[in-house]
């Protein structure tokens, strides 16, 4: 059968209808389940406001920023409207800000049912595992429909709107916006509110983590949804605009339709894979939720695996090796997850190990938590490198461009579950809340009891997709360095200079990019990390401040409540205040290299910038993983549980690692693409001056 | 006037000559000084006879390992003996075995003088800070002296005998083989030892730092002199080393002796400036040894430039343009090196800031450790970046390859005062036993006060000296890639295959090299890291074994004492069974890439090593440093001063910092420049075959 373009266009339309339908569906399904106590439905109206407040206040930081960005884009990008084509600097920016609007719509859509989620799965605990689990998996799943539904639309419509694959890049580059500030900022606010809270709550003063006396704690509960559910969704949006829209650009550049059609279509097969998995997910009555979520996500790469191959033997022009190359993806996507889950999971030896060492003291949870963290980077890095030339090598007879088609395939087919993904992530806040809420309406023992066993699955399954996103988006990375080649030769061929072949290291110039590039994860990281610190002192003050100004708090007197919103403001204003200097500095980086060393230079840079944002993506999510499972590890009774020197090792570990799991570690990945993607929009500036270019 | 090699040979080895000379005198002067202590006297003997039985026990293992290797080189280096010239392979072999032999010896005066200028030191602090000071700075020098002569006088004889620059990396192979050991062996030996006599002596027993009755107490002042004189003069041995060769391979590509004679001219008016530099230097009654230390470095700068201006104006065809790159070279070191000192210096904002957040707990000196870590390694990558482009473009104009000549000079001109650098380096270790033995023999509170002074600067200096030893590996890595392809094309140019003119990341074989490459100085690292921890354990459970079993040894009482050699045993035995498995999963790596991905791969190999490695090492090193000095800031009274709750956190940061600083962050280099030369004389071999090359 012939792949009309028409044809798979209209096909991906019907999916993401198909995939709306059905994340409205799952909202009214999650909507009509019934929380019967007060006090928890009180508390859960406060998390939600609380969080819309974030969103509110970020999303209008949010838009001065791209308001600015889209000034700069439609003035400069991507040539000077004093010299180009004005009607292109016009559409790019018009993508740009549909990419930074579809993406934060699907953020408010994935907050707006999680929150009403949390409560819900609280009650239904009170009735057993089975109940409470399908309403905290069915809220995460609208999250992740509403993110693949609505990236497949917009990289859908800008294409056949503007018919030029370049503008995507506009697209792409709204999406990673959005995405560094909800990533990072998320990262930040939830840190900032979890170390306060503990800090004060558990340490100083030895009240219990979800206790509502606490002013963080609500705060605490919020940042589980704007960091995991609306940052997770962004970020993974991010990686799977990308993905695609690197792949539609070296797919134009290739000059055949028939690639863009396969691009196309193998998104939307991901799709519907994924609405065929969240469907199936089920859990029996004395269920192991861990299970449940990992089988669906089998279900769904098994499922993705044959759609595609039935769809490359149906249409004419849709290459095997092609198919080959996605699979890859898909299934070396897979195996570094369950990596991860090795060096997290407290059932393995690693996590053990690192409770032992706490034994000795924290310097050694520390110590064993970083070399074991470093070590952990081996294997992803490994297999992202033998996808990578496995689908080179799979594509490269297809022709000359093939082959990077083929990278750029890849990290299409590990991002096709996607939206299964993000429904097992989202589950992870979902029922963490659901704990929070048990405990703080007094549900009692047993409730508690399956809304831990529930928060516990999200958590190893969370390691899973970690690194399963981080892989993601290492293949994504390389297929926008290949994007990046495609922009720069066409800026080249456009000025009438030489077209480039390639990034030589030993070319001086691209070595310089390299050096500094590499350096730059590194600051980003420390930037955000101290950012949480800073921030989390401010909290901590007012904390104290509330504790000592608000008379029968601390005594737990009967209507006296402490000030929640004083301190969802600071987390608020400071994740934001902290979070902007992280990212100017990366795209101040970006531009200095490029208008010093051309666009060889920024080569390389985007090389270097990948090349450590991965590993040490890697280090930081899984040891902060690691040390957050070997503290669970020691309070479940080993090396001397609770309250044991072993304990206090372990919560220093701890706290050590939860900037680096949910502030710096998994924000590089968005750093990477941001800084991929201002780097082709420039490209042709770089081309036509630099210093020593 | 006219460079004749043959002149240029006479110049170095009087060069040679004169350093030998220099230091068998200053070693006799270190002699003539007199030890009034009977109990010092005991004390160091006993440390001199640990470091002997370590370096015994190594260099077995060495020659055991150097056997093995120097037969492998024999059978297939740089061709197998079935297809290749023999007499080239026992060429190499050769050179590697003298590589070998020669860096030993070094490494064996070095610790000769340490350990005896231990206790001289000691003895005259008792009149003031003038005598110890020359002393300890004389000590050291012996060892800078002879690393840099037997290094000048190896390169030269090798090139001399077998007039083949390729045999040259045999040798710098047999440096790099011994650094490896000598490095991480002594950093592990060093950490075993300093960690569990901490733990065990301060921590558990409450007894002082150098109390004698601790059986860790030698083994941990062995460990300063096998790790930081017998180590550190290995490394940078092994650097001065590599860069000479690597110039020597590009420069003899270039077809113009002069250039031969050019390295070998600036090579020995290095050492010449380093030999002024040492005599001339002085430290007044009242002086600060660290202004007099770090103006010492300045004049030798200073000397270096001028000396090698007027060589330049001397000799005909010596340019001006090369004579640049290497000032550049030499420039950038020491500014690395200053801005290593603002991160690390407890006068500066950054220590103060780390002491600070140590009052809200360990987690936070080691999340605010870490960051700072991170970020001090940007300016030291800029510096690298730059340094190496800047020498790239001065030397590009003159004519094709100058270009990589240049930044090979630059790396030579960077290690050109690297007599210098090693004799401030071992001040160190000597400065620091001079102080546990004033303590251990009682020499009262001024003699302490005394001691205490030389010993800060000895900690300043080696933060200075370690950013300068791995800003010089830096660019000396650069050039051995540059030489790694010149070794590439010599081969496939034999083999009658097209040549490559360079490694573009775009290839997907070269990508792959990067990825994999780039996760080795992580595992490498871990791998150190975790053989300390695990051999601190097992050296814990012996020292508690002695107070326990042997009677009278926790009180005190006359006449009993611990069993030193049995904490010299576990700590030698552990070091060198910790240090073989990382060793052989980075030659391994290297193996593996090349025979999957052939000389592509492997260039990219290198390149991400060199990458990551170069970003970990400033990292590991800047991040230990700053713990340390955080950590005797606040000993010093600030934020609580000594048994504050800052000063328990700060003792963890330190903890953490130790194998940082002291075993991985060093070793990185050496790792590098292993993985290197491995590709350098394995390259024909990859040529000829790998899977996907």
């Known amino acids: 059968m012939e792949p009309k373009l028409s044809l798979i266009?209209?096909?991906?339309?019907?999916?993401?209808?198909?995939?709306?339908?059905?994340?409205?569906?799952?909202?009214?399904?999650?909507?009509?389940?019934?929380?019967?106590?007060?006090?928890?439905?009180?508390?859960?109206?406060?998390?939600?406001?609380?969080?819309?407040?974030?969103?509110r206040k970020e999303y209008k930081i949010l838009a001065i920023f791209a308001g600015i960005a889209a000034v700069i884009i439609l003035v400069l990008l991507p040539t000077p409207v004093w010299k180009g084509d004005i009607i292109r600097n016009v559409e790019i920016t018009v993508s740009y800000i549909a990419g930074t609007v579809l993406s934060a719509i699907a953020g408010k859509i994935g907050i707006l049912v999680a929150t009403s989620a949390n409560s819900r799965s609280a009650s239904a605990a009170q009735e057993g595992i089975k109940p409470a689990f399908l309403i905290g998996f069915r809220g995460g799943a609208v999250m992740g429909l509403a993110v693949v539904g609505f990236s497949l639309l917009g990289v859908a419509s800008v294409l056949l709107l503007f018919k030029d694959s370049t503008i995507l890049l506009g697209f792409s580059f709204g999406a990673s916006s959005l995405a560094l500030f909800a990533k990072a900022g998320g990262g930040i606010?939830?840190?900032?509110?979890?170390?306060?809270?503990?800090?004060?709550?558990?340490?100083?003063?030895?009240?219990p983590e979800d206790d509502p006396r606490n002013p963080a704690v609500i705060a605490d509960n919020v940042g589980d949804n704007v960091g995991d559910v609306a940052g997770m969704g962004a970020d993974l949006f991010d990686s799977n605009v990308a993905a695609m829209s690197a792949a539609l650009v070296i797919a134009s550049a290739l000059g055949n339709e028939v690639n863009t059609a396969m691009v196309f279509c193998y998104a939307a097969l991901g799709l519907i894979a994924s609405i065929i998995g969240i469907a199936a997910a089920r859990i029996g009555k004395h269920g192991?939720?861990?299970?449940?979520?990992?089988?669906?996500?089998?279900?769904?790469?098994?499922?993705?695996?044959?759609?595609?191959?039935?769809?490359?033997?149906?249409?004419?022009?849709?290459?095997?090796?092609?198919?080959?190359?996605?699979?890859?993806?898909?299934?070396?996507?897979?195996?570094?997850?369950?990596?991860?889950?090795?060096?997290?999971?407290?059932?393995?030896?690693i996590v053990q190990r690192v409770a032992h060492a706490s034994s000795s003291g924290s310097a050694f949870t520390i110590l064993s938590g970083i070399s074991y963290g470093f070590i952990s980077a081996l294997p992803a890095m490994i297999g992202i490198a033998v996808s990578a030339l496995a689908a080179y090598k799979i594509c490269e007879p297809l022709g000359p461009g093939y082959a990077m088609f083929g990278i750029s395939?890849?990290?299409?087919?590990?991002?096709?579950?996607?939206?299964?993904?993000?429904?097992?992530?989202?589950?992870?806040?979902?029922v963490d809340n659901a704990r929070?809420?048990?405990?703080?309406?007094?549900?009692?023992?047993?409730t508690i009891r399956v809304a831990d066993e529930l928060d516990s699955a999200g958590n190893t399954v969370k390691a899973v997709t970690k690194g399963?996103?981080?892989?993601?988006?290492?293949?994504?990375?390389?297929?926008?360095?290949?994007?990046?080649?495609?922009?720069?030769?066409?800026?080249?061929?456009?000025?009438?200079?030489?077209?480039?072949?390639?990034?030589d290291v030993m070319n001086p110039t691209v070595f310089f990019g390299i050096l500094i590039g590499a350096a730059i994860p590194a600051v980003f990281s420390a930037m955000l990390i101290l950012g949480v610190d800073r921030n989390a002192q401010r909290m901590v003050a007012e904390i104290r401040r509330q504790f000592k100004t608000i008379i029968g708090l601390k005594e737990g007197k009967e209507g006296v409540k402490p000030d929640y919103n004083k301190c969802i403001d600071i987390a608020t204003h400071g994740a934001l205040r902290e979070l902007v200097p992280a990212g100017l500095m990366t795209i101040g980086a970006t531009v200095i290299v490029g208008f010093?060393?051309?666009?060889?230079?920024?080569?390389?840079?985007?090389?270097?910038?990948?090349?450590?944002?991965?590993?040490?993506?890697?280090?930081?999510?899984?040891?902060?993983?690691?040390?957050?499972?070997?503290?669970?590890?020691?309070?479940?009774?080993?090396?001397?549980?609770?309250?044991?020197?072993?304990?206090?090792?372990?919560?220093?570990?701890?706290?050590?690692?939860?900037?680096?799991?949910?502030?710096?570690?998994?924000?590089?990945?968005?750093?990477?693409?941001?800084?991929?993607?201002?780097?082709?929009?420039?490209?042709?500036?770089?081309?036509?001056?630099?210093?020593?270019?």
């Open 189 to 207: 606010f939830t840190k900032t509110a979890d170390v306060s809270a503990d800090l004060t709550g558990k340490v100083e003063l030895g009240i």
């Open 288 to 349: 192991n939720p861990t299970r449940a979520l990992n089988s669906s996500t089998y279900v769904t790469t098994g499922i993705y695996i044959a759609l595609t191959a039935a769809a490359t033997a149906i249409f004419k022009g849709f290459e095997w090796r092609i198919w080959g190359a996605a699979a890859v993806g898909l299934i070396v996507g897979v195996i570094i997850g369950i990596t991860t889950d090795y060096f997290t999971d407290d059932t393995k030896p």
């Open 596 to 693: 010093i060393g051309g666009v060889s230079a920024i080569g390389g840079f985007l090389l270097g910038n990948i090349v450590t944002g991965l590993l040490l993506a890697l280090f930081m999510s899984n040891s902060g993983g690691l040390w957050d499972n070997s503290k669970k590890y020691v309070e479940s009774g080993n090396e001397g549980g609770k309250g044991s020197e072993a304990h206090k090792a372990a919560v220093v570990g701890d706290t050590v690692g939860d900037p680096f799991k949910d502030t710096a570690g998994p924000s590089i990945n968005t750093q990477i693409t941001v800084v991929s993607l201002v780097a082709s929009l420039m490209s042709a500036l770089f081309a036509a001056f630099s210093l020593f270019g």
């Open 409 to 430: 395939m890849a990290a299409v087919g590990m991002l096709s579950i996607v939206g299964m993904i993000i429904s097992n992530d989202a589950y992870g806040p979902i």
């Open 468 to 503: 399963f996103a981080i892989g993601a988006a290492g293949l994504t990375v390389i297929s926008l360095l290949g994007a990046y080649m495609s922009e720069v030769n066409e800026a080249l061929a456009k000025a009438g200079k030489a077209l480039i072949t390639g990034f």
């Open 9 to 55: 266009y209209a096909v991906s339309y019907f999916a993401v209808v198909i995939a709306f339908a059905f994340a409205v569906w799952l909202h009214f399904w999650v909507k009509r389940q019934k929380c019967t106590n007060a006090k928890i439905e009180e508390i859960s109206g406060l998390i939600k406001s609380g969080a819309n407040a974030f969103m």
């Open 436 to 446: 929070g809420l048990a405990e703080m309406g007094g549900l009692g023992e047993e």
